[in-house]
C-alpha cells in the first residue's frame, strides 16, 4: 500500500509553504483523492502523479480547507480533455456545487462524473473498485462530515522455498494459485493448495482517513484493526476546550482512537498554525500510541 498526505495545514489563511488538506492513496491503475483543499493539483504536479489518474475523489465535508480545490481540479482536467469516468464522493449538494460552479464559469465535462452524495448519519459501502472497496462513516464535527475506509483485495505471500519444495518452479505458476486458489503439479497430478505454500496466513491491508471531527465512537468502529490511520490532529491535550468547542480532536484523542481501534499505524495532520513545532503533537501522540507519525507534505510513504 502506497500513499502521500499532500498537505497538512488546518483552515485560516494560506501560509507559504503549508498546503491544505488533501490525501492520496495509490490503486492499481490510477488513485483515490481524500479531500481537496485550495493548490491540490499543484501539489499532484509537484509529486509527478497525473491529474488524469485520480479515479474517485472523496470530500470529507464542505469547509473550505477541504473543498475549495475541487473545482480547479476539475478545470484542469477538462483543461487535458480527461476520457476517464471520475466518481465523486461527498455529503448531500455536491452534485449541485459542481454543476453551478461549472455552468456559472462555463465549464464542460468531457468526462462523466458519478456522483455519490452521502446523507445525514450514512454508514456503509459507498463504491467499490480494482476490487477495493471503500467505505464511509459520518462523524462529529460543525457540518456533516465522514471519515472513509479502503479495504484492499486480500494480499498473499508466497513462500518460494515450500513451492520448490512440492517440485514447482516460480513462474506463471504463482498468479495462477493466487487466482483460483490452488494448481495440479504438471508430473504427479497432485493438486497443491494455496495455504499450503504461503509464507503467513493472507493480510488484508487497509486505509482510513479521518478528516475535522471530535473524537467518536464511529471512528473507532471505521478504523478497527485498520493498517493506516490517517487522523487529524488540530490541538494539543493542553487546548482541550477549544478542540471540543470547535469539533475538532487533539493529538492526545487521535493516539487514543489509534489504540482503541487497534491500527497498525497512525499518521497526524492537519495541523494548527498556533503550533510552529509540530513534534510536540508528536511526542503527546507517542506517548500514548507509539507507532505514531506526522504527516509530512509530498511525501511518499509505503507500508
Same mark, same amino acid.
Given at each position: ?203 488484508? +491491508?487497509?486505509?482510513? $482517513? ?10 473507532? #468502529? @471505521? %478504523?478497527?484493526? /485498520?493498517? =493506516? ?10 487546548? +482541550?476546550?477549544?478542540? $471540543? ?10 493516539? #487514543? @482512537? %489509534?489504540?482503541? /481501534?487497534? =491500527? ?40
Amino acid at each position: 500500500m502506497k500513499f502521500s498526505v499532500l498537505g497538512t495545514k488546518a483552515g485560516g489563511p494560506p501560509i507559504l509553504g503549508h498546503n491544505f488538506s488533501a490525501t492520496m492513496v495509490w490503486l492499481r491503475q490510477g488513485y483515490v483523492l481524500f479531500d481537496c483543499g485550495e493548490g491540490t493539483q499543484y501539489r499532484l504536479l509537484e509529486l509527478g502523479v497525473s491529474i488524469n489518474s485520480c479515479r474517485i475523489v472523496c470530500i470529507s465535508h464542505f469547509h473550505g480547507d477541504h473543498l475549495w480545490g475541487l473545482m480547479p481540479l476539475l478545470s484542469a482536467c477538462c483543461s487535458t480533455q480527461r476520457k476517464t469516468p471520475l466518481t465523486i464522493i461527498a455529503p448531500e449538494g455536491i452534485r449541485a456545487f459542481v454543476e453551478q460552479s461549472a455552468a456559472l464559469s462555463g465549464m464542460t465535462f468531457p468526462f462523466s462524473i458519478e456522483f455519490v452524495e452521502l446523507r445525514t448519519g450514512f454508514e456503509g459501502i459507498v463504491a467499490v473498485y480494482e476490487d477495493c472497496q471503500i467505505t464511509a462513516a459520518m462523524l462529529d464535527h460543525r457540518l456533516d462530515s465522514f471519515g472513509f475506509r479502503v479495504d484492499f483485495p486480500l494480499h498473499f505471500n508466497i513462500d518460494i522455498n515450500k513451492l520448490t519444495q512440492y517440485g514447482i518452479e516460480q513462474g506463471a505458476v504463482i498468479g495462477e494459485l493466487k487466482s483460483v486458489g490452488h494448481i495440479r503439479h504438471p508430473k504427479t497430478d497432485a493438486i497443491i493448495y494455496l495455504s499450503d505454500v504461503l509464507a503467513h496466513p493472507p493480510c488484508r +491491508e487497509s486505509f482510513v $482517513y479521518c478528516g475535522d471531527t471530535r473524537p467518536c465512537a464511529a471512528e473507532i #468502529e @471505521l %478504523a478497527h484493526n /485498520a493498517t =493506516v490511520l490517517v487522523h487529524e490532529a488540530t490541538f494539543l491535550h493542553q487546548d +482541550e476546550k477549544a478542540a $471540543y468547542e470547535k469539533q475538532h480532536s487533539t493529538a492526545k484523542q487521535a493516539a #487514543e @482512537l %489509534a489504540l482503541q /481501534a487497534n =491500527v497498525a499505524q497512525l499518521w497526524i495532520t492537519h495541523i494548527s498554525n498556533r503550533y510552529p513545532e509540530p513534534q510536540i503533537l508528536l511526542d503527546e501522540a507517542r506517548s500514548i500510541f507509539p507507532q505514531t507519525f506526522i504527516a509530512q507534505a509530498l511525501r511518499i510513504v509505503e507500508v
